[in-house]
């Protein structure tokens, strides 16, 4: 009543069964739903997807752009990760490979294959859980991360699988992926309980490139206590790095 559809039309988008609905039902639905920015976009679409539906074509592997790269080697020393669409790693710096994952191989993400996974690590990583110390909290962000990202890409099998096994194999993630809530980036600020220089309190920044990923930038406050964590975890691996590729005899 409030949008102005009746009960069935609405009964039967909520079914996938109305595939016209046009961008003004839509935002009248949303706005009797009282639903945030990102939720709009995300309705919207869901409700396209029909239009853009292609099967049969399995998904290139994902590949870092120039520009990217470009951008994360400005960066410099501070951490950042490059994620795909499904939360893949598809590249990070030896800051944001040290914060974030030192217990893999610094190479990982040069293999499709074998690339880590963001959302894995967080739901089924104890290491990666453990840094955490509001663990929910950061769980729940890539939930609804994940849910935009399926909302735009509702063909994807690769998507479809990782929300399966992840559902199958945590009962939180398929708790927190029946909440429906999504999100579409932004700055986020975590406790962080590092294995090798101890709680920092850090902002992780998401910038989305044209192609459809994700740059996660790490910063801490000027002159805190977590920014000198930071700086001895970024020098204390540099100094390891260097020692091991110094020339022996």
């Given amino acids: ?10 009964a039967r988008l909520e079914q996938g069964q109305a595939s016209n609905a046009s961008p003004e039902v839509l935002d009248a639905l949303a706005g009797a739903l009282r ?3 990102a939720e709009r976009r995300h309705l919207h679409a869901l409700a396209s997807g029909d239009r853009r ?10 590949r870092v752009g120039q520009a990217t790269r470009q951008l994360v080697d400005t960066l410099g ?12 790693v598809l590249a990070w710096n030896t800051s944001g490979h040290a914060l974030y994952a030192g217990h893999l191989a610094p190479d990982g993400p040069d293999t ?8 894995r690590l967080v739901f089924l990583d104890a290491h990666t859980r453990d840094l955490y110390a509001d663990w929910p909290a950061k769980a729940r962000g890539v939930v609804a991360t994940l849910r935009s ?11 479809a699988a990782l929300l399966g096994e ?19 980036g932004g700055d986020t600020v975590y406790e962080m309980r590092h294995p090798l220089v101890g709680t920092m309190w850090v902002a992780q920044q998401t910038l989305r490139t044209a192609d459809d990923q994700a740059v996660v930038v790490a910063t801490t406050e000027p002159g805190s206590p977590s920014r000198a964590a930071m700086t001895l975890l970024v020098h ?14």
């Fill in 77 to 88: 020393d501070v951490p950042v990760l490059v994620l795909g669409r499904r939360a893949d």
């Fill in 1 to 10: 009543m409030l949008a102005g559809v009746s009960s069935s039309y609405y």
């Fill in 53 to 62: 539906r292609v099967t049969g074509r399995r998904p290139a592997p994902e």
């Fill in 166 to 184: 992840l559902t199958v194999k945590s009962p939180e993630f398929a708790t927190m992926w029946a909440d429906h809530r999504v999100k579409a």
């Fill in 236 to 249: 204390s691996v540099l100094a390891g790095r260097a020692r091991r590729t110094q020339p022996t005899g």
């Fill in 112 to 119: 499709p294959r074998q690339r880590p996974n963001m959302a």
């Fill in 149 to 159: 990202a399926s909302g735009h890409h509702p063909d994807d099998p690769l998507l």
């Fill in 35 to 37: 639903l945030d920015d």
